[in-house]
């Protein structure tokens, strides 16, 4: 059974376990460990949104990261990780499903922001139903999927 917990002071230690590819850190954070990062962010809530710092487990075992960011009718999606250990074997995938489950009513859509060479990531977003819609100062795309599409 997969689920998403809030990251708290009794799990922030296995957030801070989950690792990444040196070669995929740029794909997902500047930081490692990622966590690091995701922490902080929902320590002073950047970019006007009210950051949530979640864990992923499979079986009570963790294995991937995401921060959610509340705007208005919109879910941020950041730094969306699985453990390296861990990646091919639906993680991301059912990640990407509980994020939409966990999203309050009043949100409609989830965005996220993906590097271009990102292949892996964007075969994943692209077949949960995440389109295009503009481009960041630092050339990710900005994409967007309907939350009951994701579901
Ligand atoms: C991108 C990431 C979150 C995907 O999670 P995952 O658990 O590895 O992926 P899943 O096993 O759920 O697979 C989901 C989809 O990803 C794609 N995918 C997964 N592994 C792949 C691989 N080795 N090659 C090509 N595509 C792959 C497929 O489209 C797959 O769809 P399928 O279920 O129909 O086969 C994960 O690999 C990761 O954390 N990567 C490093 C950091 C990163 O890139 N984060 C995303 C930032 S936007």
């Known amino acids: 059974m997969r689920e998403l917990v809030p990251i708290t002071s009794l799990n922030w230690r296995d957030a ?3 690792q990444v590819q040196p070669d995929r850190l740029p794909y997902v954070a500047s930081v490692e460990p990622v966590a690091l990062i995701l922490l902080a962010k929902a ?19 963790p ?6 960011g509340l705007l208005g009718d919109v ?3 950041h730094h969306v990780l699985i453990s390296s250990e861990f990646q091919g074997r639906g ?32 075969a994943l977003y692209e077949s949960l139903g995440f389109v295009t819609v503009g481009v960041t100062l630092d050339d990710q795309n900005i994409t967007m999927a309907y939350v009951a599409e994701v579901l």
């Not at 320590?43 to 075992?61: E, M, S, T």
């Not at 294995?63 to 959610?68: A, F």
């Open 16 to 18: 801070l376990a989950i």
């Open 43 to 61: 320590a002073v809530n950047p970019d006007g949104q009210r950051w949530h710092p979640l864990l992923l487990l499979a079986d009570g075992v």
């Open 63 to 68: 294995v991937g990261i995401v921060g959610v």
């Open 75 to 77: 879910a941020w999606v």
């Open 91 to 122: 993680h991301g995938r059912a990640l990407m499903k509980l994020v939409a489950a966990w999203v309050p009513p009043t949100v409609t859509r989830l965005g996220l922001n993906v590097v271009p060479a990102n292949e892996v990531g964007w």
